[in-house]
């Protein structure tokens, strides 16, 4: 039996929310999918205070976001059908999806899809690198923050990004030791605000390093790192060892397309979006019509700008599905600008550049 | 440094301190060096002390005219960068945010750290306020002595060490 919806949202993260929020509010039906039990994606582990502005919740903890979030699509019982510990299987043409629901297999016929599927982790290639207690950040925080477990004693973190840096502090407060945090380009990656928060601590940031290889029998005992002249070449007799339990890698994440790629969108590898990116119009549409990507699944970027590319999204979606919010020009304009702040630093440059190569190949705009 | 190790200079230090005669009523320090698309120290001062502007990457600045060392800011910051300083006549008194187990308690000596870290000397903790408004980041007024003007940032329990 094929069950029929007209949106079909696929990711509960910060910009999906946002994106089923705006449906709503123009009138229209949402399916939201998530494939974890709870809602709010990254959102749920992070118990630090958001940065931004007060418009993407700024100052408020990553977890009281997600539950301001999920309470705004609940405020809309009758428009908004959630399935939770849902996993979206495959994409088809025609906007066909099968989704695994508990432990039943599901199909839906959709009108219109919004893929706001977050990020996956980079890995990082070193000796050893298969060794337990070696973990990705997203691991370490969701064991932390999420089951209360701690990952180890005796951490060194590699990736001076603001994940990085963050997770770091967190690792401190859960009482656990962190004994350097490495980063092989010469400066430190993410806002100095969080690495002046670590230094305080007494945890050395060490630059143009990188982790050799890792040591031990059934699990990590220990590391070795080396530093890295301008040219990224490894400087002989620079290695240090460090006695740790668990390694922490922190160094990037890739956007989740693989369905996107399933139906046939156009992708295109830009690294300052962090890899395979949609090709999307300003509308945030793919080349597919009535197929929408946004947040972390469209580039890598913030929760912020994923909340906003969301909301935009969503009203797109709508409108294209007949239903047009009462504000939706003042909206979309107000969610452009709001972009446009947020990535108007040179924090922002990045992106900047990324968006810019990816404008080059947009198409109907 | 800040850019390779993740602690300011000295000399950056002092370029967000305002002359100490300024300081015997309590100010904020708004230790931001860095253009980060970020505001709350400017929109949760009631006083309207703190300036970003419409661009929310510009760095803050403080009118110490405004100013009258609330502390609203030191726990509205998610940079844990402000601090609010006081020089009194044998002691400098500062409020710092503070989110670590276990919790100071009024009336216990701490250490007091610097920018690197560092155990620098003591700190008394005089007053400890956690209310629901502050989300969960302490604020923790304490006294330091006096050459400790330009050092001190943080406190650490003595069980650490
Ligand atoms: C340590 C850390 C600190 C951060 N700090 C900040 C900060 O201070 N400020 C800030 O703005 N941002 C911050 N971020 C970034 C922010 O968390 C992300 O940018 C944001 O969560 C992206 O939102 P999203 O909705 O696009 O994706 P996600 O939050 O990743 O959500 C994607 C959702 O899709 C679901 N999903 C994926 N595939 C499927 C499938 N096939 N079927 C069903 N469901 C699926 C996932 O379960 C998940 O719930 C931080 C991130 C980390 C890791
Ligand atoms: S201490 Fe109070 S008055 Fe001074 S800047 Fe901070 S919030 Fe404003
Ligand atoms: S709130 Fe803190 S980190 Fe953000 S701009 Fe103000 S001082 Fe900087």
Redesign the interface.
């Known amino acids: 039996m094929i069950l029929n919806r007209d949106l079909v949202i696929i990711g509960a993260g910060p910009s999906g929310l946002c994106a089923a929020k705006m449906a709503a509010e123009s009138g229209q039906k949402v399916l939201l999918i998530d494939r974890n039990p709870q809602l709010g994606g990254q959102l749920i582990k992070q118990t630090h205070m958001f940065f931004g502005s007060e418009k993407q919740y700024a100052k408020t903890r990553g977890i009281d976001i997600a539950k301001k979030l999920i309470d705004d699509v609940k405020n809309y019982p009758d428009l908004i059908e959630i399935w939770d510990n849902a996993t979206v299987l495959g994409l088809y043409p025609d906007k066909v999806l099968t989704v695994l629901l508990g432990e039943t297999y599901r199909k839906v016929q959709a009108q219109a899809i919004i893929v706001a599927t977050g990020a996956s982790e980079k890995v990082l290639a070193f000796e050893n690198n298969d060794l337990p207690g070696i973990y990705g950040a997203g691991a370490v925080q969701t064991l932390m923050n999420v089951y209360g477990v701690k990952p180890g004693e005796k951490i060194v973190m590699v990736g001076s990004g603001n994940i990085g840096l963050i997770v770091s502090y967190q690792l401190m407060q859960a009482g656990v030791k962190v004994l350097a945090v490495i980063e092989a380009a010469p400066v430190i990656g993410g806002y100095k605000v969080h690495a002046s928060k670590l230094q305080r601590l007494g945890v050395d940031i060490i630059t143009s390093c990188t982790i050799k290889k890792a040591l031990g029998q059934d699990k990590v005992e220990s590391i070795i790192t080396t530093r890295l002249n301008e040219k990224w070449e490894e400087i002989p007799g620079t290695e240090q060892e460090y006695d740790v339990d668990a390694v922490c890698i922190a160094v990037g994440l890739s956007p989740l397309t693989n369905l996107l790629a399933m139906l046939g969108c156009e992708l295109k590898y830009i690294s300052e979006l962090g890899g395979l990116v949609p090709v999307l119009t300003n509308d945030y549409e793919t080349t597919i019509e009535g197929v929408y990507a946004c947040g972390d699944a469209s580039s890598i970027e913030e929760a912020s700008s994923a909340m906003v590319e969301g909301y935009i999204a969503g009203l797109t979606a709508s409108k294209k599905l007949g239903k047009v919010h009462p504000d939706y020009d003042d909206l979309i304009l107000d969610f452009r600008k709001q972009l446009e702040v947020l990535r108007s630093g040179p924090f922002g440059e990045k992106i900047r550049k990324g968006l810019a190569k990816l404008e080059g190949v947009r198409v109907g705009c | 440094m800040?850019?390779?190790?993740?602690?300011?200079s000295p000399e950056q230090v002092k370029t967000k301190f305002p002359d100490v005669k300024i300081l015997v009523k309590p100010k904020a320090i708004v230790?931001?060096?860095?253009?980060?698309?970020?505001?709350?120290c400017s929109?949760?001062c009631p006083f309207k002390a703190i300036t970003i502007g419409?661009?929310?990457?510009n760095i803050p600045i403080v009118d110490f005219d405004k100013c009258t060392g609330c502390g609203i800011c030191v726990y509205?910051?998610?940079?844990?960068?402000i601090t609010v300083c006081e020089v009194l006549d044998d002691k400098i008194r500062f409020k710092i945010p503070y989110?670590?187990?276990p919790f100071p308690k009024q009336g216990e000596i701490w250490s007091a750290?610097?920018?690197?870290?560092?155990v620098i000397g003591e700190a008394y903790i005089e007053k400890v306020t956690l209310t629901p408004r502050q989300?969960?980041?302490q604020l923790v007024q304490v006294l330091v002595d006096k050459d400790l003007l330009y050092e001190f940032?943080?406190i650490r329990s003595k069980v650490y060490e």
Request: proline share 9%; with cysteine; hydrophobic share 20%.
């Open positions: 800040l850019n390779q190790k993740g602690y300011p230790e931001c060096y860095e253009k980060i698309p970020c505001n709350p929109t949760s419409e661009d929310i990457n509205s910051c998610p940079g844990l960068a989110e670590f187990l750290v610097n920018r690197k870290g560092e989300d969960k980041t940032v943080t």
